[in-house]
């Protein structure tokens, strides 16, 4: 009893003193008398009070801000300066870009669930919803995927009705002749076409993202923009973004695409203009484009325009038409055929009037690309995933039910349960996540480490999505043809993984490199209070990153104990639990981010293993709040709630198996050794999703028509008799119908009134007894035929099959 008094009473004094706030102050407190209990133990009493003396004394010092300054932080700046990341000029922009969002909230370790809760999306307005009722409608009519794949491109009509319905100008203000449309309905549009047509798609979705009108709207001088913004919106200029060369993927800053700053004769003028030269590849709509947005580094060794020689990476808008470019050569993506190639320009002349947004503009291009990547990144992919997920949703869901074997519809057997749990709980999180990052860029975010991780995650759930789909649909999703509707999104699945930053660099480099820095508290501030020499400012910084460090440490060690139950429940009801859960998940991964900053220091850059585990508790953080914030926006229906508790029990569980790889390989075993029982006191006690919570997705998806109507509901729904997705839609009907009717066949076999036989011999047998009627009988004929015509594969004579595109 003297004891654990004399230990609490120097646990408060060390707190008092260090006047830190909150958990910091206590947890040190705490620390310092555990501390001086192993060291000096309570047999030596003198020992021990001589610990907490100093520790004591130590904690006053800290506690006072003028003393601090001189006495540690004068100290502490060098060593600190040693151990920060070394930025280059283009990281520097790169994390300068965009805003800090709710992935500031994930990575303080105390997300504020009222503040998102509170967040209210922009809805569609009724022009927005009009447009989408009307001609997304009729686009979606228009477009038959398959004829589309075997002509290489999209029909002349559709490139007709695209510009004339202003589908390259949603993001182009009315006074412009766009649509000026929001985030979320622009998302909204590419959602339902990509649920049609990958090409499509694509072909919609890159005039509105990254390029000439995005950089055009945010940087353009007046008169770039009244000459192009009303031909972009209207189509009579196609623009494409070159930005990737040979020598430039990834690492995009490295282009060897060159402009040097002379004097020369545009349209018999002598002007002050610049020389292109550049070999480009890879770029969407490149090969039918009028206007090219280039990015290259422009020179100017004569010092036409002042002091510097080499002034950076620039964008300006060229027109294809000019002598010295080559266009019109295509790659072919994966057999997906929209329109993208490579380009180059040799000798092109042009005025310094064509950089994006003026001369001044100059050397401005890499700042301009970071700044504007946030918006279209959070729309364009994240969008086509989703399309591409609840596509497959929606497909599976009536096969499980339509496609029978061992006389049973394939969805009850619990081996197809699995995948169809995995389709379910990742489409519903997705979605989420789709709708919150637009919302964020609605609500005048640029959030650039959100819109990478929705970037990343979505498309690699559209990946797992509609590979689990295919694994259920087996031959049907094998044998290509215009049934087929699964294998296009299987393929192209890919091309969202590689384009618009490679998601293994996307994970590793951006969420969390970016991420660390960027959203951590205090990280940044103290990479600029060090760079410029503030000792002050590093004092503040550091100190509350100390406090913070303290209050991780305190926050996840009593949230890992009661595995998040302690964290206040931001609402009542299923959705309760799990709030605290992603609490506990984000005091961990404060934490631990901290420990692998501080113990690796500018090294954890390289350590990309590292940094990529980090990078998914943040997403999966992210996308299970999304997830919770969608349900209860939605006022928990339980229609849902078997979505959202697959998606949180996975999404939790991912964290957990993250947080314990760091651990496992993080270089500083000492450090390892002290965060273990800090993160997992109990131990690795999460587990993924269990059978019954597998369960009860599929249950939702294939017998519950409102979930899967409302989980599936921004996607195309064709007309009843074309093959493919429409067909299958009215062969479920018909098999639901007859669910009924099938059940009242079966107890009479089982009670003894008839005999077993085939399907149809019994349902006759049926009809002769009086166990059904006529018209009873009529629905298992028609639910029988129905289903034999969606079982059906697409064959091909042998010429026709030698004349297939593939
Ligand atoms: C169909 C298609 C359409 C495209 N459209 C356009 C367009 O319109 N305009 C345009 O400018 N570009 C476009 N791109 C280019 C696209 O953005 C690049 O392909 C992408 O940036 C990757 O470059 P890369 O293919 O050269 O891969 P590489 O840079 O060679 O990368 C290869 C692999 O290494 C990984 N990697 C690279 N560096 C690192 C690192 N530091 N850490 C960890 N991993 C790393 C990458 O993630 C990737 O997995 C398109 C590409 C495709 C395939």
Known sequence: MGTTLTLLAVAIAVGLLYRGRGYAAWSLGAATALLAWLVAGVQSPWLFGLVALTAGAAAWVFGREELRRRLVSARAMPIVARLLPRLGATERVALKAGTVWWDGDLFSGQPDWRKLLAFSPRRLSPAERAFLDGPVEKLCEMLDDWEIQQAGDLPLEVWEFLKQQRFFGMIIPEEHGGLGFSAIAHSAVVTKIASRSITAAVTVMVPNSLGPAELLLH??????????????????????????????????????????????????????????????????????????????????????????????????????????????????????????????????????????????????????????????????????????????????????????????????????????????????????????????????????????????????????????????????????????????????????????????????????????????????????????????RFDRAFFGHVNFVFSSAARSLVLGLSNGRVARASVPGPAAPWFGRLTRMSAAFALVSDACMATLGGQLKRREKITGRLADVLAWTYLASAALKRFCDDGQPTRDQPFVEWACAHALFECQQALAGVLDNLPSRAAAWALRPLVFPLGKRLRPPSDRQGSAVARALLDDATAREALTAHIFQPPAEEPGLGRLEAALTKAVAALGVESKIRDAVRAGQLDRAPGDVLADRALEAGIIDAEERKRIHDADDARAEVIQVDTFSPEAFTALRR
């Open 219 to 536: 940087y353009g001088t007046d008169a770039q923009k009244r000459h192009y913004l009303p031909r972009l919106a209207n189509g009579e200029e196609i623009p494409c973004f070159a930005l990737t060369g040979p020598e430039a993927g990834s690492d995009a800053a490295a282009t060897q695409s060159v402009g040097i700053v002379t004097r020369g004769k545009f349209e018999g003028e002598e002007v002050l203009g610049m020389r292109l030269d550049w070999r480009k590849r890879y770029i969407t709509l490149g090969p039918i484009s009028t206007v090219i947005g280039l990015a290259f580094r422009l020179r100017d060794p004569d010092h036409l325009l002042g002091d510097e020689e080499d002034l950076g990476i620039t964008c300006a808008l060229i027109p294809s038409s000019l002598p010295g470019i080559e266009i019109g050569s295509r790659h072919d993506p994966l057999g997906v055929p929209f329109q993208n190639g490579p380009n180059q320009g040799h000798d092109v002349f042009v005025p310094l009037d064509f950089i994006v947004g003026g001369r001044d503009m100059a050397g401005e291009g890499w700042r301009m690309l970071m700044e504007s990547l946030a918006a279209g990144r959070s729309i364009s992919l994240p969008a086509l995933s989703v399309g591409g997920a609840e596509l497959a949703a929606r497909v599976v869901s009536a096969y499980g039910m339509v496609r029978e074997q061992f006389d049973t519809p394939i969805g009850r057997f619990e081996g197809i349960e699995e995948p169809l749990a995995r389709i379910g709980g990742l489409t519903y999180m997705m979605n989420a996540a789709r709708e919150l990052t637009a919302g964020a860029v609605d609500a005048g975010e640029k959030p650039a480490v959100l819109s990478a991780v929705a970037k990343a995650y979505l498309t690699e759930g559209m990946r797992t999505v509609v590979s689990n789909a295919m694994d259920i649909r087996a031959g049907a999703a094998i044998c290509r043809g215009p049934r087929n509707i699964l294998a296009r999104a299987y393929v192209a699945a890919p091309i969202g993984i590689t384009v618009e930053g490679a998601n293994i660099l996307t994970r590793s480099m951006i969420i969390y490199g970016q991420g660390a820095i960027r959203c951590h508290p205090f990280a940044l501030e103290e990479i600029e209070a060090v760079g410029s020499g503030d000792l002050a």
